[in-house]
């Protein structure tokens, strides 16, 4: 039996728990975490003996190659109507639904589409929280998407003049993306971050085709951060990274800080353990922080879950009670901002293994200059 079958019949399991007749799924990437359909657009439906997927013509092929034991249902003009039709057909009672992703007003228009003695059941997370646990295959997955953002890195550094010096923020972004590209990613996973000199001070910022990376001068201390998040959506599945390299020869504040945030990350990469909440994890790194008077100058979370999403369960910041469990797949990223000076941000992707974290971002952590 293929996994994706598997997932259906978990999920079928879970019905017949809460009582609901069937469930309509209407978020992309849990349509492909049950059944392998990859495509953009469509609704899938599973009842307590079947599942079944709604596509337009554009994707039947693609779906019937993409996917097994389950049926095809091929819509016309009215997706949303045709697959209220079919649930009307069938006459079930409860049908639960997405709340997290079906708009108010897509609630409102499937509720108006029904029969009146059929009922809507928002839930919230009823997919997510089975992809938090990642299976063997995904881990392998998003294994590559990691090695495709270091392959990338190492590209850019090796070349670190030609790639970074007296280039826009916005050109360093585009040669990011092009490497992955080339490497076989269908796309970034996110749009790359790239944050020269007090920019880098902005947790999350749009590069800038106006602010040109240079060097002040070449002596010592007139040198300055260059923060890169980026990473690789390859197969489907994500990876994330971010690496904060000098351009310039640094000041030791700048250098302070730099080892301050490394410090944080190792302990946290060290400590953390399989049956740690996601609050208990952040802690072991905000505590280094704030160690050294940086607390007010980390102000997101450590870390969050990567998969089929750039952002997904576990959360791990001060606000996640999830336990963490093995073969949970998360970034641990802390940072320090100091507006007007700059911000360091160190963040890999690690998969919690039986006694501890195992780091999947191979790409180095030392002092890296470019001049």
Excluded: W
């Excluded at 392959?151 to 990011?176: C, D, H, P, Q, W």
């Excluded at 240079?214 to 260059?226: E, N, Q, V, W, Y």
């Excluded at 971010?242 to 730099?258: A, C, E, L, M, N």
Aim: proline share 3%; net charge positive.
């Amino acid at each position: 039996m293929k996994v994706n079958q598997l997932r259906v019949g978990e999920l079928q399991n879970s019905l017949r728990a809460e009582k609901m007749d069937a469930f309509l799924i209407s978020k992309m990437e849990n349509i492909r975490y049950l059944s392998g359909f990859s495509g953009s657009t469509g609704y899938m439906l599973v009842d307590g003996k079947s599942a079944y997927i709604f596509v337009d013509f554009r994707y039947v092929q693609q779906v019937k190659k993409e996917t097994s034991g389950i049926e095809i249902i091929q819509t016309s003009r009215s997706q949303a109507g045709e697959v209220c039709e079919f649930i009307k057909k069938k006459k079930y009672k409860k049908i639960g639904v997405e709340g997290g992703h079906l708009s108010v007003n897509n609630f409102g228009v499937f509720e108006g589409l029904i029969a009146k003695t059929q009922k809507l059941i928002a839930t919230g997370g009823f997919i997510e929280k089975a992809r938090m646990v990642k299976s063997k295959d995904e881990i392998a997955l998003i294994k590559k998407a990691v090695e495709l953002a270091d392959v990338t890195f190492y590209e850019m550094v090796s070349k670190g003049r030609e790639n970074f010096i007296n280039k826009s923020e916005s050109e360093v972004a585009a040669k990011l993306e092009y490497y992955m590209k080339c490497g076989g990613a269908q796309s970034p996973s996110f749009e790359s971050i790239v944050a020269f000199g007090p920019n880098s001070a902005y947790p999350h910022y749009k590069p800038s085709a106006d602010v040109i990376v240079k060097p002040k001068s070449k002596k010592a201390g007139d040198g300055t951060f260059l923060k890169l998040d980026f990473g690789a959506k390859l197969n489907g599945y994500c990876s994330d990274m971010t690496r904060t390299i000098f351009i310039g020869k640094p000041s030791q504040k700048h250098i302070d800080v730099y080892k301050i945030v490394l410090e944080a990350q190792l302990t946290a990469l060290s400590k953390a353990r399989p049956g740690m909440r996601g609050s208990e994890i952040d802690k072991l790194a905000r505590d280094v922080i704030a160690k050294y008077g940086y607390k007010d100058n980390f102000g997101h979370g450590l870390g969050h879950g990567v998969g089929l999403e750039i952002h997904e369960g576990p959360t791990v910041s001060s606000l996640g009670e999830v336990v963490v469990a093995e073969n949970m797949v998360f970034t641990v990223e802390p940072g320090v901002y100091i507006p007007g000076f700059g911000g360091v941000r160190i963040e890999d992707i690690v998969v919690m293994g039986k006694t501890g974290c195992k780091i999947l971002t191979k790409s180095p952590k030392e002092i890296l200059i470019i001049e």
